[in-house]
């Protein structure tokens, strides 16, 4: 089944302990991209991903890292973890063909206590 | 920088009523995605638009996209309680390449 599957689904931690959220799709997409939820702001880009080894900021890159290694996965690192940003995360990736849309993961719920 | 208003936020409608969900964006764009997202859920692709002119149905779904206007419109028909989720439009600017900017979401609950 084509996939994005992200884990953990469910992560409470402390402040400043670094932190790995990983994703992954069976898909071949070129294509991936993390996104955090909250209540009233909708959904916002952390990071993007253009293919192996390319990255690039969204609109909420501060706190986060990214590395795209291998085309199927693209972890989100928090390397100090604060809570603001304890969200509703989620991973997603599509094919370098526009007239696919995205393929989102089943989301990772994070609380920074 | 790219900006992207639903409109309303929130909806609430009648079984077998039609309705329509606004999406305007401040910049020109090569696509336009619309999403539902169940509570407590994952978002889901509806439809992708990307030309202008282009309309797309989906049983009671119907979208639509306007470039010239920046706007695009999600239209419901007969409205039904399992259409009740969150709808978002998104979308991506030229030459943006991954970067995709996402409405507000509106709230849509059909009561019986």
């Known amino acids: 089944e084509a996939q994005v599957t992200q884990n953990p689904r469910y992560l409470i931690t402390v402040t400043g302990k670094k932190l790995t959220v990983t994703c992954s799709q069976n898909m071949n997409h070129e294509y991936m991209s993390w996104y955090r939820q909250d209540p009233g702001l909708g959904l916002r880009q952390i990071y993007y991903s253009m293919n192996v080894e390319v990255t690039d900021k969204g609109d909420v890159p501060e706190g986060y890292k990214v590395s795209r290694k291998e085309k199927r996965n693209f972890p989100l690192i928090l390397e100090s973890p604060s809570p603001n940003q304890t969200s509703l995360y989620f991973c997603?990736?599509?094919?370098?063909?526009?007239?696919?849309?995205?393929?989102f993961g089943s989301g990772t719920r994070l609380t920074v206590v | 920088e790219l900006k992207v208003e639903q409109n309303p936020l929130f909806l609430s409608m009648q079984e077998g009523k039609n309705y329509t969900i606004y999406c305007n964006y401040s910049?020109?764009?090569?696509?336009l995605y619309w999403y539902r997202q169940d509570p407590g859920k994952s978002l889901e692709s509806l439809f992708v638009?990307?030309?202008?002119?282009a309309v797309k149905q989906e049983g009671r779904l119907m979208a639509s996209l306007d470039t010239k206007a920046r706007l695009s419109t999600l239209h419901i028909t007969a409205a039904v309680h399992d259409l009740s989720a969150t709808y978002f439009c998104?979308?991506?600017?030229?030459?943006?390449?991954?970067?995709?900017?996402f409405g507000e979401g509106t709230q849509l609950t059909v009561n019986p």
């Open positions: 638009l990307l030309s202008n002119g």
């Open positions: 998104a979308s991506g600017g030229w030459a943006s390449g991954s970067r995709l900017t």
């Open positions: 997603a990736s599509r094919s370098g063909d526009r007239v696919y849309g995205y393929t």
């Open positions: 910049t020109t764009s090569d696509r």
